[in-house]
């Protein structure tokens, strides 16, 4: 667990990374170990799978969502300096899909606010200026099976802060702090075997990342101006762990979906605007891109052992639907 660890921090260039049971662990452990609790409000992207926000829900704080802009997919530095508030304790600002968010940009706009880096898709790509997991007080990591390194089930956080990273090996194993129970806490333990499950696919990142991208630029130049794609910031570079595309007005989305799957196209639903959800029933929050995305999204098949000719396939496929 220890090399695992270690090898992950050294790739993100941490100093510490603390490896637990899951992504949504990986939040949950961060808020706590920052003290963000009741009273406390943090700013949350409307537009993503609902960890980060439960997260949140979960630390008994509330959520500021915060919406996507319409390129990049994720929020920018100046939408979450406009939704921060005087109660605002934290910022959790996500890599959507493995898309890195402006990072120089956000540092620069939240100033001494915490960050919580969501990188679950983000192992593997890099901002202009470092890799994604570099970012701010914590930085948090997916192992689940849909992300580009899997252990099963897992997660990691990554810090530079030494008592953050006691606090984090403390909240997840009991509230134990050198074999004294110090605080009442789960066990959100990675087993060792999970651990030599991801030691060992780490020797593939490079491969791995470099394939998807690959795929990623035969989509990129096969579907550019029929539906629209996700673009990275210049400079940056994605792992390109989903390929989403949003589909042009006129076209039901899930007829479109049903139609593909039929055809023997696995696609997915692409993400989800969480506000709408119905743990945030009540919410009147108006996110019109997180929105518009969740509505016309779809996440097109992508893994490394894809053959170029499967990609034509489904270029192909998802022509026939859409013209059809
Ligand atoms: C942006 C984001 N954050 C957090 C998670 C949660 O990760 P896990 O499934 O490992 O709990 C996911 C999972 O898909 C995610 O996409």
Redesign the pocket.
Known sequence: MERFEQAVAALTGRRHGVAVS????A?QLSLKALQVGPGDEVLCPAL??P??AHAVRVAGAKVQFVDVEQDEWNSTAEALRAARNGNTRAAIV?DQFGNPARAEEIRDALGALPIIE?A??ALGSSFTNGPCGSLGQVS?L???P?KILTTG???MCLTDDDDVAEKLRMLRNHGQLGGVFVVAAGNFRMTEIAAALGLAQLQRLDDIVLRRRGLAALYREALEGEVDLQRTPAGSESNYQTLGVILPQGHDRNAVLEKLRERGVEAGLLSFAIHKLGSFAGSNASMPMAEHIAARGLALPLYPQMRNAEVDEVVRTLRGVLNG
């Open positions: 899951s992504g949504t662990a939040l993503s799978w960890s980060p996500i969501d679950a898709c948090c997916s192992f689940h849909r089930e897992g997660g």
